[in-house]
C-alpha cells in the first residue's frame, strides 16, 4: 500500500481537480468532504471517500488514526465573502476552529507536509500594488479574509512549535468546469450558467471591478507541486493579467452566443474594486505558472456547462 494523501473539500470544484491531479501523479486521495457545496459526481472513483465534516473532530480523527496520511491538501471552507459578512461567526467556525483541529491531527499522526489553500485578493485588500506579491502587507477588508490570514498565521505557529511543514497558496480568482453556479462565489460560473439558459445576467457595482482570473487546472497542479517544497512557503497563484466584470461578461457573451445585455445591481458589501497577483515567486519555487489563457479556459468552462445542461434534459 502507497502513501496516503488527505483532501478535504476533495469532492468540491478545486478539490475535485486536486484528486484527479494526485491521481495522475500515481497518489492515493482520501477524500474528506461534507457535500454541502461539493458533489460525489466530482470525484473520481478510485479515490477513497469520506462524507464528514471537518469540524467533526471525533470522525476526523479516526479517519488521520486509519490512514495516516503522509500529506493533507485542506480546501473544506467557507467560500462566499458576502457570507462571511452577514455571518462572520460561522466562517470563523469553518474557516479557523476546522483548520486548528486538522493541524492538531497533522501534527499528532505526522503528517509530513500541509497544502492550504488561501485567498490572495482577500488577503490584501484594496488599494494594494497591481500584480501584487507576496511581500504586500495583508489588509483583509472582509471576515472571510480575515479568517483565512488568521489560519495562515496559525500555521506558522503549528510549525515553530510543532516543526510541522507548510505551503500556503494565495488563489486568484479560479475557475473552470465543477465550479458551483448556485452560490454567491464563482462568477464565471454563474454567468456561464445564466448564459446557457438564457437568463438574465447580473452584476454588482459598475462592472468596473477587477479581477485575476486563473483556470482550476492550472490552480491543481500548483497544489501538487508544492509537495516537493522543503521550507514553509506562503505563496501567490494567479496569472498577473487583470479583467473586468464587464469585460469578463463581454467575452463570454461572444463564447456562449448569448444576446442580452447585463442588468446592473448594487454593489456587494465586502467585494474588492482590484485583485491581481503576481505569480514570480510560484515560478521561482514551484516551477509553475499559468498555462490556460482566460479565453481557452472560459471555452472550456462554458462547454463544461453546456454539456451538463443537455445531459440535465
Not at 16 to 22: G, I, P, Q
Not at 201 to 220: K, Q, T
Not at 225 to 234: F, H, P, S, V, W
Request: with cysteine; net charge negative.
Amino acid at each position: 500500500m502507497g502513501d496516503n494523501y488527505l483532501v478535504t473539500g476533495g469532492a468540491g470544484f478545486i478539490g475535485s481537480h486536486v484528486v484527479d491531479e494526485l491521481i495522475r501523479d500515481g497518489k492515493i486521495p482520501i477524500v474528506v468532504d461534507n457535500l454541502s457545496s461539493g458533489k460525489i459526481d466530482n470525484l473520481d472513483p478510485r479515490a477513497l471517500f469520506y462524507q464528514q465534516d471537518i469540524t467533526d473532530t471525533e470522525m476526523m480523527e479516526r479517519i488521520f488514526m486509519l490512514h495516516k496520511p503522509k500529506a493533507v491538501f485542506h480546501l473544506a471552507a467557507q467560500i462566499s465573502v458576502s457570507r462571511s459578512v452577514r455571518e462572520p461567526e460561522e466562517d470563523a467556525r469553518i474557516n479557523i476552529l476546522g483548520t486548528m483541529r486538522l493541524l492538531e491531527m497533522s501534527v499528532k499522526y505526522g503528517v509530513e507536509k500541509f497544502v492550504f489553500s488561501s485567498t490572495g485578493g482577500a488577503i490584501y485588500g484594496d488599494d494594494v500594488k497591481a500584480p501584487t506579491d507576496e511581500t504586500e502587507f495583508p489588509r483583509p477588508i472582509s471576515p472571510y479574509g480575515i479568517a483565512k490570514l488568521s489560519t495562515e498565521n496559525y500555521l506558522r505557529f503549528f510549525a515553530h512549535e510543532y516543526g510541522i511543514k507548510y505551503t500556503v497558496l494565495r488563489y486568484a480568482n479560479v475557475y473552470g468546469p465543477r465550479q458551483d453556479p448556485h452560490g454567491e462565489a464563482g462568477v464565471v460560473a454563474i454567468f456561464a450558467r445564466r448564459m446557457l439558459r438564457d437568463e438574465d445576467v447580473v452584476i454588482f457595482g459598475d462592472g468596473e471591478c477587477v479581477r485575476d482570473y486563473v483556470y482550476v487546472g492550472d490552480v491543481s497542479r500548483a497544489n501538487v507541486g508544492a509537495l516537493k517544497i522543503d521550507k514553509n512557503e506562503t505563496i501567490n497563484i494567479g496569472t498577473a493579467k487583470g479583467t473586468s466584470v464587464n469585460e469578463l461578461f463581454e467575452n463570454m457573451k461572444t463564447i456562449s452566443g448569448y444576446s442580452r445585455e447585463a442588468i446592473h445591481e448594487a454593489p456587494r458589501p465586502g467585494d474588492l474594486k482590484k485583485s491581481v497577483l503576481s505569480y514570480t515567486k510560484a515560478t521561482v519555487l514551484l516551477d509553475w505558472q499559468p498555462e490556460t489563457p482566460l479565453e481557452k479556459g472560459l471555452e472550456k468552462t462554458i462547454e463544461y456547462f453546456r454539456h451538463e445542461l443537455v445531459s440535465s434534459k
